[in-house]
């Protein structure tokens, strides 16, 4: 089955370190979202892609890089770890087109801690 | 995931009984909208969705109501089980060229009492 996957699921790392998360979606979606979801803010959009080497920053991009070198990958790249960016992080897909819908698919998440 | 749901308003129904989750959304000019539902330690999953030129649309026990006059949008969960315990998202999208991006609302705690 079509599937989004993220790794690794729990993360913790010290402040000032470079961490990458993966994001991987089976479904051959050419949109791909990153997020992060905190205490009183819901989720909030990091960067996104319209497809390959298209790359988009989001509301809360500082601190944060992506690269899209094929369709079913978008790591998130944390380029100097801070404690304001401990928060779990979703990735998301979907297959809009001008005809179809916007609904996008999560991966089950990463939490990650920067201590 | 377990944290998501503090701080949230929350509505508490007995299992069995119906639950009406409101949201209020932002844009006029949005046409597509969603609601999500996230369990505790998961990603937010896809419930149901309409389109503006609708007012209603039914699910399996869920019902999704729009009222674009107002700029309201209703999820009601017919029977209510405590499999439905969890964070529900409602999300718009659609106005100016958004190419799929999504504005979210910041839930609603749902907790069905057994």
């Known amino acids: 089955d079509a599937e989004i996957t993220q790794s690794p699921r729990h993360k913790i790392t010290e402040t000032g370190r470079q961490v990458t998360l993966a994001c991987h979606q089976t479904?051959?979606?050419?949109?791909m979202f990153w997020y992060r979801q905190d205490l009183g803010h819901g989720l909030r959009l990091i960067h996104y892609?319209?497809?390959?080497?298209?790359?988009n920053k989001g509301e809360v991009s500082d601190g944060y890089s992506v690269s899209r070198s094929n369709t079913e990958d978008l790591p998130l790249t944390l380029e100097s770890a801070a404690s304001s960016q401990t928060s779990v992080y979703f990735c998301?897909?979907?297959?809009?087109?001008?005809?179809?819908?916007?609904?996008?698919?999560f991966g089950p998440g990463t939490r990650l801690t920067v201590l | 995931g377990e944290s998501v749901g503090l701080h949230l308003p929350t509505l508490s129904v007995q299992e069995g009984d119906n639950s009406i989750i409101n949201c209020a959304y932002s844009n006029s000019a949005s046409d597509y909208f969603i609601w999500y539902k996230q369990e505790s330690g998961k990603g937010p999953q896809f419930i149901i969705d309409?389109?503006?030129?609708?007012d209603k649309r039914q699910g399996q026990r869920v019902t999704v109501l729009l009222n674009k006059t107002v700029k309201h949008l209703s999820l009601q969960i017919a029977a209510t089980q405590p499999g439905d315990s969890a964070v529900y998202f409602c999300?718009?999208?659609?106005?100016?060229?958004?190419?799929?991006?999504?504005?979210f609302g910041k839930g609603t705690k749902l907790s069905v009492k057994p």
């Open positions: 999300a718009e999208s659609g106005y100016g060229g958004s190419q799929g991006n999504l504005i």
């Open positions: 998301a897909s979907s297959d809009w087109t001008s005809s179809s819908t916007d609904t996008q698919y």
């Open positions: 479904w051959n979606h050419n949109n």
């Open positions: 892609s319209y497809g390959v080497q298209d790359t």
């Open positions: 309409i389109r503006s030129n609708m």
